[in-house]
């Protein structure tokens, strides 16, 4: 299984970007999916995830409300948009599969992991 990141860049506070995560494998539908991240200095940290039917998502406290977590099960992708975008939103953002169909929140729940995207919120 892989998993490619894409759509990381660089905006102004109160801005939006929207990630993407293309997962191979004819199995994606079977499983949950998250977002993670990891800003320098710190401890890669829980963002968002969604079961394989899109009836559960999960949500950090400090993204509630901002982001929004969505699959796309016909094209294998998972989806963060990410909007009122704040400087402490700086980090690399890691998408990775669950071990089953739920939403997870704990990292140890999760099998597989991308490369990571970078994205950087200016004041």
């Known amino acids: 299984v892989q998993l490619v990141e894409s759509g990381g860049g660089s905006v102004q506070a109160g801005g939006s970007l929207r990630l993407s995560c293309v997962a191979s494998?004819?199995?994606?539908?079977?499983?949950?999916m998250g977002w993670f991240r990891q800003a320098p200095g710190k401890e890669r940290g829980f963002v968002a995830a969604?079961?394989?039917?899109?009836?559960?998502?999960l949500y950090a406290d400090s993204v509630k409300g901002r982001f929004t977590i969505s699959r796309d099960n016909a094209k294998n992708t998972v989806f963060l948009q990410m909007s009122s975008l704040k400087p402490e939103d700086t980090a690399v953002y890691y998408c990775?599969?669950?071990?089953?169909?739920?939403?997870?929140?704990?990292?140890?729940?999760?099998?597989?992991w991308g490369q990571g995207t970078q994205v950087t919120v200016t004041s």
């Open positions: 990775a599969r669950g071990r089953g169909g739920s939403a997870y929140s704990t990292s140890r729940q999760f099998d597989y």
């Open positions: 494998g004819r199995t994606f539908n079977m499983y949950g």
């Open positions: 969604i079961s394989w039917s899109t009836t559960e998502t």
